[in-house]
C-alpha cells in the first residue's frame, strides 16, 4: 500500500460527460502530480499542486482542470469526455516539490462510452 | 527537454536468472534523479528503487539494483533471481530541477519494457 488513494477506482461514464476523480495524498506529502496512462500516449504528466498552488503542467487539456485543497487532497475535473480521454489516471504525491521519491495510487480507470 | 529511452518492449527471463532492463536518459540538469517502476497486470505503479545523479555508489533495494553510468546516461534495472511475481511492465523514468527553486518537478516516463519470467 503506497499510502496514496485515489477514488473511484473504476468509472464508466458516456461522452460529453463530466467527472471528477479524486487523489488522497500521502500523509505529509505537499506535492501532488496527475498523470495520465493511455495505450497509445503512455504516461503523460498532466499537472503538478505544490501545498494548494499549482507548480507545473503538462500536456492538460482545457477541457480538464485540477485543484488541490487545504486539506491536500487534489481533485481532477475531466468535462465535456471524449472516447479518447479513456485512460487510466494516476495520482502520485511526494513530500515535497523537489522530493526524492513520488508514490502513486493505484489509479482511476476511466472507459467513456 | 528531459527524455527517457527504454528500448526493449518485451524482455523475457527463466525463473531465478538474472535480468538488465535497459534505460537511457537524457537530460541538461546538473541534479536530478533517477527512478524504476513496476506496474503489473493489476495497474497499480509501485516504486522500486532510486538513482540521484550525485550519488556515489549505485543504488540497491534487495533483489533491485540500478547500474548508473552517468557519462553514458544509461541507468539500467537489474533483477537478480527472477521471481515469477516479477512479470510485470517496468518504467524508467526521471526528474530533474532540483536546485531550481519554486519549481516543478516531475517524472518523465520511458514507454516502458514488459518483463515475462518463464518457469
Known amino acids: 500500500d503506497s499510502g496514496v488513494t485515489q477514488t473511484p477506482k473504476h468509472l464508466i461514464t458516456a461522452t460529453g460527460q463530466r467527472v471528477t476523480l479524486r487523489c488522497s495524498p500521502r500523509s505529509g506529502d505537499l506535492s501532488v502530480y496527475w498523470y495520465q496512462q493511455s495505450l497509445d500516449q503512455g504516461l503523460q504528466f498532466l499537472i503538478q499542486?505544490?501545498?494548494?498552488?499549482?507548480?507545473a503542467k503538462g500536456n492538460i487539456l482545457e477541457r480538464f482542470s485540477a485543484q488541490q485543497f487545504p486539506d491536500l487532497h487534489s481533485e481532477l475535473n475531466l468535462s465535456s469526455l471524449e472516447l479518447g480521454d479513456s485512460a487510466l489516471y494516476f495520482c502520485?504525491?511526494?513530500?515535497?516539490?523537489?522530493?526524492?521519491?513520488?508514490?502513486f495510487g493505484q489509479g482511476t480507470r476511466l472507459t467513456v462510452v | 527537454a528531459q527524455k527517457i529511452t527504454q528500448t526493449q518492449p518485451g524482455m523475457f527471463v527463466q525463473e531465478k536468472e538474472a535480468v538488465t532492463l535497459d534505460c537511457t536518459y537524457d537530460t541538461s540538469d546538473p541534479s536530478y534523479g533517477l527512478f524504476w517502476y513496476k506496474q503489473p497486470s493489476s495497474g497499480e505503479m509501485i516504486f522500486l528503487i532510486y538513482?540521484?545523479?550525485?550519488?556515489?555508489q549505485n543504488a540497491t533495494e534487495g533483489r533491485y539494483s540500478l547500474n548508473f553510468q552517468k557519462a553514458r546516461k544509461s541507468a539500467n534495472l537489474v533483477i537478480s533471481a527472477s521471481q515469477l511475481g516479477d512479470s510485470a511492465m517496468y518504467f524508467c523514468a526521471m526528474r530533474g530541477g532540483f536546485d531550481i527553486p519554486n519549481t516543478g518537478n516531475q517524472f518523465y516516463f520511458g514507454t516502458g519494457t514488459s518483463l515475462t519470467v518463464i518457469p
Open positions: 499542486y505544490y501545498n494548494g498552488e499549482e507548480r
Open positions: 538513482q540521484g545523479s550525485y550519488d556515489q
Open positions: 502520485a504525491s511526494s513530500v515535497e516539490s523537489r522530493g526524492r521519491e513520488a508514490f
